[in-house]
């Protein structure tokens, strides 16, 4: 499997303002960034995802065939832009080039957010993303064999867009789907 983090970089390195706190009162303000890699029968097919951590719901995704800055960006730019304009948003990732880099920083910067990374080598510190990934890839990855990218990608989108987000049950919030997290939230935010 290839490596997905390369954080021997000198790039800016953002403070960890989470600091493992995994609790979040209201959608839309903290966020939740990793990728991942799929194997296919083309090769491997990288994934971005933010996570809305109050949720647990899926905002944005970016896929593609190479681990370019772009993917992270991307996937980003989703989030920010299919949300209602979030403000005092905290984007928390690990160390890797992808966010650190200067499209990235600006991405956030426009919007108001603020940067936060885990420590070095410390994935426990972006522990709900990481159970995303392992739920992707118990539930999809390892029982799918994926012929093309092409197939991949219309796999993955239908586990998160229909799956993961509107029917899968989580425990760690109270056992509705992240949609209806999201909802239940909203509306008592607006009672």
């Not at 959608?27 to 939740?32: A, E, H, S």
């Not at 910067?109 to 885990?118: E, L, N, Q």
């Not at 029982?143 to 093309?148: H, N, Q, V």
């Not at 989108?157 to 799956?163: G, H, K, L, S």
Request: net charge positive.
């Amino acid at each position: 499997m290839p490596r997905t983090i390369d954080s021997r970089h000198r790039l800016g390195i953002a403070p960890n303002l989470l600091k493992r706190n995994f609790q979040a009162m209201m959608p839309d303000t903290v966020w939740l960034t990793d990728i991942s890699c799929i194997p296919t029968g083309e090769g491997w097919l990288y994934l971005s995802a933010v996570e809305d951590m109050a949720a647990m719901e899926i905002v944005g995704w970016s896929m593609s065939e190479r681990l370019q800055v772009s993917l992270a960006v991307d996937a980003m730019r989703m989030a920010l832009q299919n949300r209602r304009h979030p403000t005092g948003l905290m984007c928390h990732s690990d160390r890797d080039v992808q966010y650190a880099g200067g499209n990235y920083r600006r991405l956030l910067r426009a919007y108001k957010a603020r940067r936060s990374m885990s420590g070095k080598g410390n994935c426990l510190d972006n522990a709900p993303m990481e159970s995303f990934f392992g739920s992707l890839k118990t539930e999809l990855v390892h029982r799918t064999r994926f012929r093309s990218r092409r197939e991949a990608k219309a796999t993955l989108f239908e586990y998160i867009a229909i799956f993961y987000n509107q029917q899968r049950h989580h425990s760690s919030i109270g056992n509705p789907t992240p949609e209806q997290a999201r909802l239940d939230m909203s509306d008592a935010e607006a009672a």
